[in-house]
T-cell receptor, first 113, second 108 residues
């Protein structure tokens, strides 16, 4: 099925550990995004990539890095995880000329202890 | 910076009643979206509104947009239990910003 695939679905990290969240889409979209969702705060944009080879900071980029590996894949890296990064992370993709909104992945629930 | 505010944040309704969720945003934008999220699930796109006065309806939900007031509404008609979910409005294109969400609970 076409869509956005995120891995892993669940992860527990210890403070200071690093990890990479993976995201891939098969809809040939140019734009991809990483959001985090915390209770009562909606979704906040971490980074986005408007096209292959470009990345830009969103609202809350501190503590994260991203890589747009190719048109399909956009990864999010936590170099030194902190408890404040405990959240649900969503990847999404879109095509600028389409008006249907973003297509979201199923999310990664990350707990940092 | 674009700010998006929704109210109310929590809404408990009786089945069969009507209610409206409000979404205000701070700067001009050419697109406004409404999404639905069920507990533990991802987001599902409900509506996209592109122009002043736009109105979209799907079942018991109707969304409208007033770009001059920077206001969108999501009206719920004769609520049913299946509408219980969290509803988000979002504004923008390449860097969409979301409201905090309205958690709707419809009680029998």
């Amino acid at each position: 099925n076409a869509g956005v695939t995120q891995t892993p679905k669940f992860q527990v990290l210890k403070t200071g550990q690093s990890m990479t969240l993976q995201c891939a889409q098969d809809m040939n979209h140019n734009s991809m995004y990483w959001y985090r969702q915390d209770p009562g705060m909606g979704l906040r944009l971490i980074y986005y990539s408007a096209s292959e080879g470009t990345t830009d900071k969103g609202e809350v980029p501190n503590g994260y890095n991203v890589s747009r590996l190719n048109k399909r894949e956009f990864s999010l890296r936590l170099e030194s995880a902190a408890p404040s990064q405990t959240s649900v992370y969503f990847c999404a993709s879109s095509e600028a000329w389409q008006v249907g909104g973003y297509t979201f992945g199923s999310g990664t629930r990350l707990t940092v202890v | 910076e674009l700010k998006v505010e929704q109210n109310p944040l929590f809404l408990s309704m009786q089945e069969g009643k009507n209610y409206t969720i409000y979404c205000n945003y701070s700067t001009t934008s050419d697109r406004l979206y409404w999404y639905r999220q069920d507990p533990g699930k991802s987001l599902e796109s409900l509506f996209v509104l592109l122009s002043n006065g736009a109105v979209k309806q799907e079942g018991r939900l109707m969304a409208s947009l007033d770009t001059k007031a920077r206001l969108s509404t999501l009206h719920i008609t004769a609520a049913v239990h299946d509408l219980s979910a969290t509803y988000f409005c979002a504004v923008g294109n390449n860097d969409m910003r979301f409201g905090a969400g309205t958690r709707l609970t419809v009680k029998p």
